[in-house]
């Protein structure tokens, strides 16, 4: 089938653009964003995704005040309509490529509505192409990009509107071939074990001067795997990025958790400066069950899994423990992956960002 987009010069495949040029099932096309108040007396993550060979569209808005996270998930079938970047009552529109995207979700039967303008204030940087395999097979081959800037509008969570005035946001674009996507993960081969664990960090953040992006994988004793980013500035400040060649870290826990209080970490650029990040929760980290990643969903199948026409489901977390994730009635429930926002300094200087820390398995250095 034809849409709009074939109507342009910027076919990459002998393919409509209805089509994508993989059978893999988990191929997808996401949108993320987020954006929170500087008092922390609330937050938003709205996300949006494309999967081309599971014909559907999915997305979701989640947002947090006084220690709960309230979701609402929207899935439907892609086609016929598969460039409209919609799904029940959320759009995302692309006013200005690159900078300004509108986000909105319609009042409804749920407790979130909004009307929010996300403006890059950084330049988008491009992260380092992610490609692995296991027992011969691609798990992953994709590409993101992540930007820093600006939500204002309005929020409303259950009955209480929030105004946003410049808050603190970041966003990232990703497409491609990732694990996760689609309801299965194909097995090629024996069962993967559950590893030797690993340690994960990614940083977007800004202060008033510049802000930068930075990615860490290491394994259970403290290994490097590989490590991304840069620091950047406005384009009218005519800085070029200094790219991130090593990163140090001291990470502090919530006792008995894997949940950090506080974490310092150390960037050295190709220049050979050095840049001091402290970092705080602000906010409650995102549990991502709820936003559908993972086992989300009501039926635990996450992300990009076909659901019929259409589908929308609704619920409430507790979140006011730093890990252990409750429903209304005070049962625990899983929580998913946990991502954190955070106020900062960046030798010396204050800021904002955006802070998930991933401790998966066991690790050595820090006695988890």
């Given at each position: 089938m034809l849409t709009e987009l074939d109507d342009t010069l910027l076919h990459q495949a002998p393919l409509p653009f209805a089509s994508v040029s993989t059978s893999d099932?988990?191929?997808?096309?996401?949108y993320w964003f987020e954006g929170f108040a500087p008092d922390g007396s609330a937050g938003l993550i709205v996300s949006m995704g494309r999967y081309a060979n599971m014909n559907v569209l999915d997305g979701f808005v989640t947002a947090q005040q006084d220690g709960q996270q309230y979701?609402?998930?929207?899935?439907?079938a892609l086609r016929p309509a598969v460039a409209e970047t919609r799904v029940g009552g959320l759009s995302v529109t692309l006013e200005e490529p690159l900078r300004v995207l509108r986000l909105k979700l319609e009042e409804g039967e749920h407790p979130l509505s909004c009307d929010l303008t996300w403006t890059g204030s950084l330049p988008a940087r491009l992260e380092d192409h992610s490609f692995s395999r296991v027992q011969g097979r691609a798990v992953s081959d994709m590409y993101r990009f992540a930007q820093v800037g600006t939500v204002s509008g309005t929020l409303s969570i259950d009955g209480r509107t929030h105004r946003a005035s410049d808050w603190f946001g970041a966003r990232d674009h990703s497409w491609g071939v990732r694990p996760g996507v689609g309801g299965f993960e194909p097995l090629t081969g024996s069962p993967p074990g559950a590893g030797a664990g690993r340690l994960f960090l990614w940083l977007a953040f800004r202060v008033a001067e510049f802000g930068g992006y930075f990615q860490l994988h290491e394994d259970h004793l403290g290994r490097r795997q590989s490590i991304d980013g840069a620091l950047v500035w406005p384009e009218e400040a005519g800085q070029p990025e200094l790219r991130v060649v090593d990163a140090q870290h001291e990470l502090s826990f919530h006792e008995g958790t894997r949940a950090f209080s506080h974490a310092r970490v150390t960037l050295t650029t190709e220049d050979e400066q050095r840049w001091e990040i402290e970092a705080e929760p602000l906010l409650t980290a995102w549990a991502y069950k709820g936003t559908g990643y993972g086992t989300g969903y009501h039926d635990e199948k996450g992300l990009g899994a076909y659901r019929g026409e259409y589908l929308e489901e609704t619920d409430v977390y507790d979140v006011s423990h730093p890990e252990i994730v409750r429903d209304l009635k005070g049962d625990p429930i899983p929580s998913g992956h946990r991502e954190q926002p955070v106020k900062l300094t960046v030798n010396?200087?204050?800021?904002?960002?955006?802070?998930?820390?991933?401790?998966?398995?066991?690790n050595e250095r820090y006695g988890l």
């Open positions: 099932h988990r191929f997808y096309d996401r979701n609402v998930r929207f899935s439907r010396g200087r204050a800021g904002y960002g955006h802070f998930p820390i991933m401790v998966m398995g066991p």
